[in-house]
């Protein structure tokens, strides 16, 4: 039976009202916003210490930056799914608070918006609230951003599209008792296509892999206890499969997060308290026997789970865009047609649908601007029925493009700067914002990121393996970049130098986070200067281009045949040598996109605060 709702729509007593878009899965509570206003004034007037308006903050997304008196505003998109209306409120507020006049896509599918000072923060989250757009819990102790496949539902191989649960799971654990102060976050993925695994399912803390049982019952594995940072793991399967439209899914994820959340002894250090930390000390039969317990308890028959289990059934293709009228723009030249074709071919891929097709937007760093932001808004409407999915590697997929329209989608990407083909090869490199405003940060992740790509430009890389070649950097061990699972991964240190220090990055070799497969590279034993790093990762792909056994290799092949030690010995001769502080060396003591000493200027972060 339907549970009894009472209050208004939103509040903690009437959760359950939705309707069937994405952005409307998290509800805004106005009181909410009047709060943040309130407690703002009171911590800038100096009646609030700062540790107490710090978690305050954190629960409506708003992170603090390296520099003072500035914000990062965390907004949430489940499954990265966004709207041509949110795309306009993204473009307007960046327009208004942003500084740096630019919105960022994460890792998490989420769009972070930096510097914004804190009298501006309610502004901001209040305007986004109208487009139903929510940063409620985008950071703090809590459930995250939960993130899946973009292309589901539209490709082939999908077991079911886990869409309506990631819904039903977001909505349920928002402003949930349990999920509020927990020892650590809670990063979830979903996915519905395990051959393919496009959501790293193995690197988070609970993930939800689509799955039939004998009986043809739709269900879930369900994985606990994976995550990178300094002690990465992949998390190992809890439970073979729970049934998904009679709630057990759920039921499983809030008993987790209740013995999870009981852990006192792993509130003593934030930095490793993580879930996957009780997995690995425990053990996984361990959790399970404690959750089998926990499911025994009162709380289960507080609500009916088979109601709200499935919430979000949202018929993309009823939207999908008709028949052009007008005849289908075609390429106009040779030249024109080789750049098309090129696009096509790394960009676009044919959904299971016929005659309709995902289009992948290359998003250099993952940065967009306000005109960009609206100009996206646009073509969503005109030629993608108003759908699209943000990336774990921070780009943008247009869902249902027709196949006659292909081209002019093209052409009007290429007129925001957004037409470059490459999506997922080695250009389209990943990138956390590092020193540029995290204060974990000890680089600055971003000035590498364009230091790589301009040196694969002047490469002309065209050898198809090496194309495949992922690259991910980090301004810290922590790992926001993903850089333990690619195929080159950077996270940012330091050599010191007598008095002076240099900036500079570990790396890892031959991770994987493709065809259903999740592997951690091998950390290499030498540290490279920060400036030397992009003749390492040319060296690298020329000495895996001269010397793997068959076109057929791919780099992480490679690497593990030759091993750690072949990347070494190529650098350590000259390129992980330390030098002498002087005049003709002190751009090596420069980072990138800098132009004053280094120092390490590390503080401490929010995420375990």
């Given at each position: ?70 914000q990062m505003i965390r907004v949430k998109l489940p499954f990265g799914g966004v709207t041509p209306d949110q795309m306009d409120a993204f473009g307007s507020v960046v327009e208004k608070y942003a500084p740096l006049n630019k919105g960022h896509i994460t890792t998490r599918q989420n769009i972070q918006i930096h510097h914004v000072p804190l009298r501006d923060a309610a502004k901001l989250i209040r305007e986004l ?481």
């Amino acid at each position: 039976m339907e549970p009894t709702t009472v209050g208004r729509k939103g509040t903690l007593a009437n959760p359950e009202v939705y309707e069937n878009v994405p952005g409307h899965i998290i509800p805004a509570i106005a009181q909410e916003f009047d709060d943040f206003d309130n407690e703002a004034e009171k911590f800038l007037a100096g009646d609030t210490p700062e540790n107490e308006f710090i978690g305050f903050r954190l629960k409506q997304g708003v992170y603090g930056q390296r520099q003072p008196d500035v914000q990062m505003i965390r907004v949430k998109l489940p499954f990265g799914g966004v709207t041509p209306d949110q795309m306009d409120a993204f473009g307007s507020v960046v327009e208004k608070y942003a500084p740096l006049n630019k919105g960022h896509i994460t890792t998490r599918q989420n769009i972070q918006i930096h510097h914004v000072p804190l009298r501006d923060a309610a502004k901001l989250i209040r305007e986004l609230s109208d487009a139903n757009l929510s940063s409620r819990e985008g950071c703090g102790n809590t459930v995250r951003n939960v993130t899946g496949d973009p292309w589901a539902g539209i490709l082939e191989g999908e077991v079911f599209d886990p869409t309506p649960y990631v819904g039903a799971y977001v909505r349920y654990f928002v402003r949930h008792p349990t999920t509020q102060l927990m020892p650590r976050k809670i990063k979830t993925a979903f996915e519905g296509t395990p051959d393919a695994d496009r959501s790293i399912t193995g690197i988070h803390d609970i993930a939800f892999i689509s799955k039939y049982n004998d009986e043809g019952v739709r269900g879930f594995e369900v994985r606990v206890g994976g995550g990178t940072s300094i002690m990465p793991r992949i998390a190992p399967t809890l439970y073979d499969f729970v049934e998904a439209d009679n709630g057990d899914y759920l039921k499983v994820a809030e008993a987790v997060f209740r013995i999870f959340d009981a852990q006192d002894w792993l509130r003593v250090n934030r930095a490793r308290a993580r879930i996957k930390v009780f997995v690995d000390k425990f053990g996984i039969d361990e959790l399970r026997k404690q959750v089998d317990e926990q499911l025994e308890g009162d709380w289960v028959a507080e609500r009916d789970f088979s109601v709200i289990a499935r919430r979000f059934d949202i018929d993309e293709e009823a939207g999908a865009p008709a028949a052009p009228s007008a005849p289908a723009g075609e390429p106009t030249d040779d030249e024109d047609r080789a750049a098309f074709e090129r696009f096509k071919e790394s960009n676009v891929v044919a959904q299971r649908q016929d005659g309709y097709n995902a289009v992948e937007i290359k998003v250099y760093r993952g940065d967009l601007t306000p005109d960009q932001f609206r100009a996206l808004g646009q073509i969503m409407r005109d030629y993608s029925g108003g759908w699209a999915r943000m990336t774990v590697g921070q780009n943008l997929v247009l869902r249902w493009v027709r196949d006659e329209q292909v081209y002019d989608v093209w052409n009007a990407l290429k007129a925001i700067d957004l037409g470059e083909a490459g999506a997922q090869e080695i250009t389209d490199n990943v990138s956390c914002p590092g020193t540029d405003s995290c204060k974990l940060g000890i680089t600055s992740s971003m000035g590498l990121n364009a230091a790589i790509n301009r040196k694969l430009l002047e490469m002309e890389i065209s050898d198809p393996q090496s194309r495949r070649i992922h690259i991910k950097n980090s301004g810290c061990p922590n790992g926001c970049s993903q850089h333990h699972i690619a195929d080159m991964g950077f996270y940012g240190a330091s050599i010191k130098v007598g008095d002076h220090t240099i900036p500079a990055y570990v790396a890892h070799i031959g991770g994987q986070y493709e065809q259903g497969t999740v592997a951690y590279g091998a950390r290499l034993k030498v540290r490279l200067p920060a400036k030397r790093v992009p003749e390492a990762v040319e060296r690298w792909i020329r000495m895996y281009e001269a010397e793997r056994e068959s076109d057929a290799e791919t780099f992480r092949d490679y690497a593990q045949r030759v091993g750690t030690t072949r990347f070494e010995d190529e650098v350590k001769g000259d390129l992980a040598m330390s030098v002498e502080f002087g005049l003709d060396t002190m751009n090596m003591f420069m980072d990138w996109d800098r132009d004053q000493p280094y120092v390490v200027a590390r503080g401490e972060g929010e995420c375990a605060v």
